[in-house]
């Protein structure tokens, strides 16, 4: 309660029952628009805060979406935050959010197991990690919640899921690179525990094959957890005996590492090798100061936005289908890394 003021207070004020005032809290449909006028006025001249724990008790829903990533701190989710935040600012859900440092299944599941008591009424769940698969089945038996997979695609698991083109994308920097006159392309992989991983992978070389492009042997370089791996990967195939004339990276924190590499070597970015990454980061790790880095674009603000949005229609009933798969293309941001080859 706000102040002392009371329920009792708000139907004493507005001349109406005390179920009539809890109807109005609650949202439900049972009340004239003339009835409800008449409470809110009461509300707001009394300055009445009616006790959301309590208010869920009566309504069955707490009217927050609760949302768990990975490393919340990183850089990398500025945008998608962004989106979140502006998504549940357009809808009358709060977001509750969840950092799980690295892939720590055992606090995701915890986080999960909180959120799932009562504390929300739908969970957003970001990630493509390949060890997820305890908490995609904990998920399976929650029926009663609604649920967002952004990036993870369990195929027997029917629930909205809204995905990246990781394999095109990919795809697309090599044809990018092939158009600007690059032959000799490499590849630096990602976390070799997520799903997007072997996706931009399986798109580089797709890209290279569909196109007759050689992969060269040391032109696949694969990266540990940490990104800032991509300085000794690059190191390596800049030594080889046909270095590559371009590195497509599968993400800008690998990139900018790679840029690294090859300026601490002596080389000139783009005029020596062209760099291209993949996720058009807005913030680089580590105090980067190198050129801006050419990316293929996916958007994460939209994401955001759209998982908020679809969960607040199918909380609302105001969306038919079950649940929501989308794929969402990207697109290539040029920028100072890439150019044709000397």
Known sequence: MGNGITIKDVARVSGVSLATVSRVINGTDMVSDKTKEKVMDAVKKLGYNPNSAARALVSQKTNAIGIVVHNLHDPFFYDLIKGFETGAQHTKYNVIFCSVLGANIQSKEKYLRY??????????????????????????????????????????????????????????????????????????????????????????????RQNGLEIHDGYIGHSSTDYRSGYERMKEMLGLQTPPSAVFCSDDAIASYAVRAALDKGLRIPEDISVIGF???????????????????????????????????????QEDKPFTEKIYKTRIIEKDTVAGPK
């Open 115 to 208: 959120l799932t008591n009562g504390v929300v009424d739908a969970v957003i769940l970001y990630g493509s990690y390949l060890t997820d698969e305890s908490v995609i089945q904990y998920l399976k038996i929650r029926n009663s919640l609604k649920y967002v997979m952004i990036e993870n695609d369990v195929k027997d698991f029917n629930c909205n899921k809204l995905l990246i083109d990781n394999m095109g994308g990919a795809q697309s920097a090599i044809e990018y690179l092939l158009g600007k006159g690059h032959r000799n392309i490499a590849h630096i992989c990602g976390n070799p525990n997520k799903k997007v991983t072997i996706d931009r992978l399986n798109g580089y070389i797709n890209g290279m």
């Open 279 to 317: 996720d058009n980061q807005t913030i680089l790790p580590d105090n980067y100061r190198g050129p801006q880095i050419t990316s293929v674009s996916q958007p994460l603000y939209q994401i955001g936005y759209d998982s908020i949005d679809l969960l607040s229609r199918q909380l609302e009933g």
